[in-house]
């Protein structure tokens, strides 16, 4: 396992590191090294772990309360062009912003619906996820431009 712990002025941050072989701890290293400055002030821990293989290339779990977020990542990832990776690896991290978002709305809605309604929250729980993977990609997306515009100087 590697760990890392970044100590700023203003926030500290704990990133760790687990199952990775040398070599693909290299790849992630280089994506995490680019999206660091987009990690949200809030989040104090941040950990990476490898991933089953499944159907998805990256997943994370978001855990607000603790301040801390887990992102599995799938051998599939490794598989990617370098900035396939990068923008898979942003889209993700879009969720750690986006996912307050979510937990307000849907709670909102469970409070003022109750459990009676099982059918209509369920249906206002996949508008719900729908428009905030959209607007996670969107935000992916406009970060990962102006990053190649960058490297591109």
Partial sequence: MKSIVLDQP???????FEG??????EELDNAVALLLPFAPAWLTRFQFERGKDGGSILAVNVDREYRRATVWVH????TL???RRVNAML???????????AEYALEAARRALGEDLPKLLAEIE??????CEAAT?????TIHDRLLREADR
């Fill in 20 to 25: 990775f072989e040398p070599d693909r701890q």
């Fill in 137 to 141: 990609q969107d935000l992916a997306d």
């Fill in 81 to 83: 062009s370098a900035e």
């Fill in 10 to 16: 203003r926030r500290k941050l704990a990133l760790s």
């Fill in 75 to 78: 051998d599939r990832w490794f």
């Fill in 126 to 131: 996949a508008g719900l996820r729908e428009r």
């Fill in 91 to 101: 889209h993700e991290w879009m969720h750690l912003y986006t996912i307050a978002v």
